[in-house]
C-alpha cells in the first residue's frame, strides 16, 4: 500500500456521543420540558392539570436518570448529551434561590388574575389596618390545600401592596397584626414551609403547614 495513501479516520466513542442522538431522544426530552412548562403556566389557571403534569415530568427525570446512568455503559452513548441538558433545565431553576416565582408561574397567573380589580372583589379576602395615619390593606386571595394528611399545607395568595411580606424591614407592629389575624387566626403551631415569593406585582405566593 502507498504510504502516502491517506487513510479514513476511525471514528472514536466521543465522537460518536456527540453525533445527531436518536429521534426518540429528542422526543423524549421534549415532551418531559413541555410537560414541566405546561406544570408551571398552569398551576393557577388548572391546577388540576398542572398536578398531573408535574407527577409526569418528575417521572419523565426518574427515567432521564435511569437512562443516563444505561449510557455509561454504553460505548457510543449518543443521548447522553440530550438528557444531560434536559436534566440541567428541569434542576438549574431550583439551584437558584429567587424572590420572584419562575416566568411561566408568574405568566400563567397574570392570565388568571386579568383583570386585576375584578380578581381583588371577588377572590380576595381583604383585611384593611392603620398604618402611620393611612390606610392600608393586606389579603388572601387563593386557599389550596397541598401535602397530606401527616403534613397539611396550603399554598396561599396574598395580597400585599406594602411588599412587607417579602421585605421583613418593611413590617410594622400594624401589619404584623393585619398578618396574623388574616393568615393565622385562632390556629397554633403555623409554619411557614417556604420562603414568600413574588407572582406578579402585588401578588406573592406563601405556603404555610400545620
Known amino acids: 500500500m502507498n504510504s502516502d495513501q491517506v487513510l479514513p479516520v476511525s471514528a472514536t466513542a466521543g465522537g460518536e456521543m456527540f453525533r445527531r442522538p436518536p429521534k426518540l431522544t429528542y422526543a423524549f426530552a421534549f415532551v418531559t420540558l413541555v410537560s414541566m412548562a405546561g406544570s408551571h403556566f398552569l398551576t393557577y389557571p388548572r391546577p388540576e392539570v398542572a398536578d398531573w403534569l408535574l407527577w409526569f415530568s418528575l417521572a419523565c427525570i426518574v427515567v432521564a436518570v435511569i437512562w443516563l446512568v444505561i449510557c455509561v455503559f454504553i460505548r457510543k452513548p449518543r443521548s447522553a448529551p440530550v438528557l444531560l441538558v434536559t436534566l440541567l433545565i428541569f434542576y438549574a431553576p431550583h439551584l437558584v434561590e429567587s424572590e420572584n416565582a419562575p416566568w411561566l408561574v408568574s405568566l400563567g397567573f397574570r392570565l388568571h388574575a386579568s383583570p386585576i380589580e375584578q380578581y381583588l372583589k371577588k377572590e380576595c379576602r381583604l383585611i384593611e389596618f392603620a398604618e402611620q395615619g393611612a390606610t392600608k390593606v393586606i389579603g388572601v386571595c387563593e386557599d389550596r390545600e397541598v401535602g397530606s394528611a401527616l403534613n397539611l399545607a396550603f399554598d396561599l395568595v396574598i395580597y400585599d401592596p406594602s411588599g412587607a411580606l417579602l421585605k421583613p424591614e418593611r413590617r410594622t407592629p400594624e401589619w404584623t397584626h393585619a398578618w396574623h389575624d388574616l393568615v393565622y387566626g385562632d ?12 407572582l406578579i406585582d402585588d401578588f406573592y405566593h406563601f405556603c404555610q403547614s400545620f
Open 187 to 198: 390556629a397554633a403551631r403555623i409554619t411557614s414551609c417556604g420562603g414568600p415569593t413574588r
